[in-house]
């Protein structure tokens, strides 16, 4: 770890040896990603993720800051350069990147990389679509950007990851580093669609650290401006690769140096093996972990708990007490305030709400256990679930310390009316490498967020295209059947 920051105003190339800056060693590998491809689990994986997050965006639709997000783009007017999952008129790249990010992060239904604890496609995926789309490069092009973003985003990420501390430097310090990270990451897989050389890359990460922002005091107390903050990572990915193209330059220096982007955020505080080692060899993408449930990360096994409870054969009228056990690092986020946790107001506030996934996943629910359909106002509202809510105690267990953040665990002890106690615990996530999610999983996801707005033909048609993503010539004519859509009008927090 750098415990405090060097000072390189001396040094223009940021090392001490005069050898190449963070910035300048990502660019050359990112570079070698578009000209010499990436490995076969990468670019699968990619296109995945790509089917996840448009999938994702349509779902969206569901909630008026989509509608919200929309409508301000489209005010903007522009050139027609790229599509907006569910509008018809083609907006510009910029524009396109932020309301198609604001719609992959929106539902809190998007991947997840451990233990950088990050959300790195629901940025990086949009940026480079809508950069892809405005150049006219290739579906090949855009997987290899798409891989070589994710794998920038999440190596910064894990840069900030304190092994010590058992948790993001990032997070401590109440910044997201789903869009700061994932800010860095849009550049270059915008970048890569672009035509990028190295030293353009090296511009484009200089210039998005200037953009990059995303703070999470919204997780505690409620607010929707989370949604917001993967749109402005995309966009300002975009725009930074765009105004390199026309001549803006960026530091080299810019992460490490004495006033860069580690000083700035972690105050000079990182693990620059994080970034370098074995990079171009050892690929961070395919163990991403997807989401199986709509909701904060955290909750997960939570959920997953209250499933085997009720296989169990335990009844919501006979639960006299719950005791939650999570890492304490995740309480401030799903257990503080208690009293709002107990209480959702919104269908939006029980996604970040450990006793209520305990109880979704108790009650039961769609989707590949819990779906959409379960985290809406009125079920956070709902009496009989509140009631249960009313007897969860959210606590810091010492075995889900030792493990968090490579999962996030959770121990779910429930005593009955009778006076037996029953305990499940859930120590590994599902939608991880431990616990994959199956191709037909991934579908049936898929399905469901696009069910009611595309047919079945039409979703099974895009589906085949997206994972064939790398074989296309047209980014556009890919995207063009998830631009219109009959809008159900569902909208709710």
């Known amino acids: 770890m750098i415990d405090g920051p060097a000072d390189l105003r001396g040094n223009p190339t940021g090392d001490p040896a005069g050898g190449p800056t963070l910035a300048q060693q990502l660019a050359r590998f990112a570079a070698s990603a578009a000209t010499d491809g990436v490995p076969d689990d990468v670019a699968r994986s990619v296109a995945q993720r790509t089917l996840d997050v448009l999938g994702l965006c349509v779902a969206a639709h569901r909630l008026p800051t989509s509608t919200a997000a929309i409508g301000y783009v489209l005010d903007q007017g522009g050139h027609e350069q790229a599509s907006i999952v569910g509008a018809a008129r083609r907006v510009t790249a910029t524009q396109a990147a932020f309301a198609n990010g604001v719609l992959a992060h929106s539902l809190d239904y998007d991947d997840t990389h451990l233990p950088s604890v990050l959300h790195p496609s629901a940025s990086v995926v949009p940026a480079a679509l809508a950069a892809a789309e405005h150049a006219g490069a290739s579906g090949e092009l855009t997987v290899r950007a798409i891989a070589a973003g994710l794998e920038v985003a999440v190596r910064l990420g894990m840069a900030g990851y304190d092994s010590g501390l058992g948790n993001s430097v990032f997070f401590e310090h109440g910044q997201h580093a789903t869009s700061i990270t994932g800010a860095m990451g849009s550049a270059v897989a915008a970048g890569l669609a672009y035509g990028l050389d190295e030293d353009g890359l090296v511009h484009a990460l200089g210039l998005t650290a200037s953009l990059a922002s995303g703070i999470l005091e919204c997780n505690r107390t409620g607010g929707t401006v989370k949604r917001l903050h993967c749109g402005t990572a995309a966009q300002a990915g975009v725009s930074a690769a765009q105004l390199v193209r026309r001549g803006f330059t960026g530091p080299p220096t810019v992460l490490e140096g004495r006033f860069g982007f580690f000083e700035a955020w972690l105050h000079g505080q990182y693990f620059p093996e994080a970034i370098t080692a074995g990079l171009g060899e050892e690929w961070s993408v395919p163990g991403i972990f997807f989401k199986p449930y709509p909701a904060n990360h955290f909750t997960h096994t939570s959920v997953d708990a209250g499933r085997a409870l009720a296989a169990r054969g335990v009844r919501p009228e006979e639960v006299a007490r719950i005791v939650l056990g999570v890492p304490g690092a995740v309480i401030r986020t799903i257990g503080e305030p208690i009293e709002v946790k107990r209480a959702p107001q919104t269908g939006y506030q029980a996604q970040f709400s450990g006793p209520y996934a305990v109880v979704a996943g108790l009650l039961g629910g769609g989707g590949l256990g819990t779906g959409l359909d379960d985290y809406t106002d009125e079920l956070a509202q709902d009496p009989a679930r509140r009631e249960l809510m009313a007897k969860v105690e959210v606590v810091a267990d010492p075995r889900c310390d030792e493990i968090y953040p490579f999962q996030f665990p959770a121990r779910v ?53 997206i994972l064939a993503l790398c074989l296309t010539t047209d980014v556009t004519s890919v995207l063009k059947p998830l631009t219109t859509f009959i809008d159900q009008g569902d909208h709710h927090e």
Do not use: I, M, Q, Y
């Open 413 to 465: 002890s429930v005593t009955t009316t009778s006076g037996a106690e029953l305990l499940e615990e859930v120590l590994t996530n599902r939608g991880g490498p431990d616990r994959p999610l199956s191709d037909d999983e991934l579908t049936t996801k898929f399905r469901d967020n696009v069910a009611g707005r595309l047919s079945g033909a039409v979703a099974d048609a895009v589906r085949e295209e």
